[in-house]
């Protein structure tokens, strides 16, 4: 059963406005949940976190927000630009699942046109 | 620094064949994983380890085996390669509570 879920499977958006890509969970076990990108043939990269005790991490023109309350988490990306075209990965862990294992989301494929 | 790296890249295999894929990492990491991703699925675990000598079973486990004889390297076996496991295979590394360094893929197709 999915505990991670990205129900927008595609997203386009133009350059240097804003992107935003979100997720849903069903596990209020979750503590630390995680974005990644994704170009295709590389294997996914990091991009940014945030921890459960906090509500709103920001690095450049990524930010993350995380309300507990509705277990959702949203990525923006602010401005957007075309080298931003990837799938995003949402993933979520919990050490009591799998050793900080990262349960993930189906992805959302985010298309910036110039 | 290389971080994870995967080997092979590519690789077909007939149905029944068996073969292992090597996971490497040069980050001194306790917790080690293998993925596949298959179309409209995102990453789902198949196998993990906390520690050297230390493997257990993730969400994918059935017809895989794995290993973790050394700290670095994570071996994951196919021992009857089936149509099923073709996928793309990813191995992943971290020291726990943070983010997880990806391998570039291993590209399986079992004909």
């Known amino acids: 059963d999915q505990q991670v879920k990205q129900n927008s499977p595609s997203l386009s958006v133009q350059e240097g406005r804003i992107s935003i890509l979100n997720c849903d969970y069903t596990?209020?076990?979750?503590?630390?949940f995680l974005w990644y990108k994704k170009y295709p043939a590389e294997g996914p990269t990091f991009l940014i976190s945030?921890?459960?005790?906090?509500d709103k991490n920001e690095d450049g023109r990524f930010t993350v927000f995380l309300n507990k309350s509705a277990k959702h988490l949203s990525l923006h990306i602010v401005p957007s630009q075309p080298g931003d075209s990837a799938v995003y990965f949402c993933?979520?862990?919990?050490?009591?699942?799998?050793?900080?294992?990262?349960?993930f989301g189906k992805g959302t494929s985010l298309l910036v046109t110039p | 620094n290389a971080g994870v790296t995967q080997t092979p890249k590519f690789r077909v295999l007939k149905t029944g064949q068996s073969m292992t894929l090597l996971c490497a990492q040069d980050?001194?990491?306790?917790?080690m994983y293998w993925y596949r991703q298959d179309p409209g699925m995102g990453l789902r675990l198949i196998h993990y380890?906390?520690?050297?000598?230390?493997?257990a079973k993730g969400e994918v486990p059935d017809g895989y085996n794995v290993s973790r004889l050394k700290k670095q390297n994570f071996l994951l076996g196919l021992e009857s390669a089936a149509p099923s496991q073709t996928s793309v295979y990813f191995c992943?590394?971290?020291?726990?509570?943070?983010?997880?360094?990806f391998g570039q893929g291993t590209r399986l197709t079992v004909v």
């Open positions: 380890s906390v520690g050297e000598g230390t493997t």
């Open positions: 993933a979520a862990s919990d050490y009591s699942y799998s050793g900080y294992a990262l349960n």
């Open positions: 992943a590394s971290s020291y726990g509570p943070a983010e997880a360094f």
């Open positions: 945030i921890s459960s005790i906090k």
């Open positions: 980050m001194n990491h306790e917790y």
């Open positions: 596990n209020s076990m979750f503590d630390y």
